[in-house]
C-alpha cells in the first residue's frame, strides 16, 4: 500500500513537472496531471531499470529525468488525442 502512495505522490510531483516544462498553455486537469505523471514515472523507471541505473547511492537522477521526459511525452500524446475528437 505505501508503494503505491508514493508512486501517487511520486507520479503527481513528475507531472508538475513535466506540465510545467512543456511549452503552451494547453489547459490539462490535476488528475490527468498526475495521472500521466504516474505513467512517466512507471516508464522512466523501468528505461532505468533497462540502463542499470534504477538504484544508485543518492538522488537518482537518470530516473528523475528519463521519468520527467516520459511524463511530458504521455501529456503531449494525450493533449493529441484530445485536440483530436
Known amino acids: ?11 503527481g510531483v513528475i507531472g ?6 512543456r511549452k503552451g498553455d494547453e489547459q490539462i486537469s490535476p488528475m490527468w496531471t498526475i495521472a ?5 514515472a512507471f ?11 534504477a538504484e544508485t ?4 537522477w537518470i530516473r528523475w ?3 520527467v ?3 511530458m511525452g504521455a501529456i ?3 493533449l493529441g488525442l484530445r485536440r483530436s475528437k
Open 1 to 11: 500500500m505505501g508503494e503505491l502512495i508514493g508512486m501517487i505522490v511520486f507520479g
Open 16 to 21: 508538475v513537472i513535466a506540465k510545467f516544462l
Open 36 to 40: 500521466l505523471g504516474v505513467v512517466g
Open 43 to 53: 516508464l522512466g523507471g523501468w528505461i532505468a531499470g533497462i540502463l542499470g541505473v
Open 57 to 60: 547511492p543518492g538522488i537518482d
Open 65 to 67: 529525468i528519463a521519468s
Open 69 to 71: 521526459v516520459c511524463a
Open 76 to 78: 503531449s500524446v494525450y
